[in-house]
């Protein structure tokens, strides 16, 4: 199957050809077709599956059919919620690279970054916003954005907006969206907070299932590398200096990134940070260097495990195992995409145990243990027991089951995540279009 088959117009496709993307990728094959039609749609798809392709193509081909450019609006026609800043910004870069022949007029909201920008942006008229929960509340509080003419909704990454608190909301911005509308919801997951917030705003959506819920792509090769705790550091400067490729590399919290990084650098690597307490201009910087090559190793928190669009990322290190076994599907995810191969690493100590197991269960699927020659731990890793009751020396404890935070408040993409977390911190997380 080729794209001028699934009945968009010759702007897109040429967008597309200059692109190089011809085939669709399943997801785009089978969600393409349905926006089309007019339908509601829940699509269960992961990450790196080209799911923003699926919904941002067929968006632009209903909005303006056959290529068309409308009269710019003075309000926007179309929705786009994510979960991340990240998201957000590449979403917008996608629609933009689609529309290149249409001259659609888009805007990102998103918190990190002053408000008065996408005020001006607002008032100048757009035809599609892609917004952040939190700021895109902060705008609707001010009056800066009216939401009155939207056409289009789109929810990306929907489970793991619930999971950063921001159910409230996304409530209330879909009460104030009109009620003939058409929405798309695509998460990685149905859970039964996902199928509740469908059955109140959706009108009879079609489902389509890509993947498997927690499912990782073949193509990826998984690794353990048992170590003592202490010996993590040196354990990592070894295997990036055997490999020297681009890598990724997760710490469980925002200190333990800042530290690992500087000691990264100290030993000559061009390393850089990327977490929530970054400011927006420090985390675009940081993406972009690691993107153009001047920053070979990229240290980040699970702020990051989704939204990160990284062409052939040949490898993903876990630093720390993350608390939540679904956040190490969504952070290997950076890797192996597009059937690219990729490697996932993790080096993980006996604290870690319980995590492992919780993973190894998760994914259904034995991951190969090798020892690091001169860095044999001084314990074997004990992988027969019950999983979920590990205690890591570094990081704070978390629950294991996010609570959904309250009302995002004030300057807020992550505000109602960041107010839980201070409830219960110390307490016992080939060549085709995105």
Known sequence: MNFDTLGLSPALLRALDEQGYTEPTPVQAAAIPVVLAGHDLMAGAQTGTGKTAAFALPLLERLYPEGKRMPLARRPRALILTPTRELAAQVQESVRSYSKHIGVKSATIFGGVG???????????VDIVVATPGRLLDHMQRRTVDLADIEILVLDEADRMLDMGFLPA???????????????????????EIKALASQFMRSPQEIQIAKPNSVASTVTHRVHPVNMEAKRDLLLHLLSVDGSQTLVFCRTKHGSDKLTKQLEKSGLRAAAIHGNKSQNQRTRALADF?????????ATDIAARGLDIDQLPMVINFDLPMVAEDYVHRIGRTGRAGAEGLAISLVCRAEEGLLRDIRKLLNQEIAIENVAGFEPSQPLRLDGPGGGAKPQSGRQ?????????????????????KKRRQWRGKPMASRPS
């Open 398 to 418: 978390q629950h294991a089951r996010r609570p959904h935070a309250q009302q995002p408040r004030g300057n807020g993409d992550h505000a109602a995540a960041n």
């Open 170 to 192: 996304m409530k209330r911005v879909l009460s104030a969206l009109p009620n003939q509308r058409q929405t798309l919801l695509f998460s990685a997951t149905f859970s039964t």
């Open 291 to 299: 993107k153009n090559g001047r920053v070979n190793v990229l240290v």
């Open 115 to 125: 408000m008065g920008p996408q005020i001006d942006a607002l008032r100048r008229g």
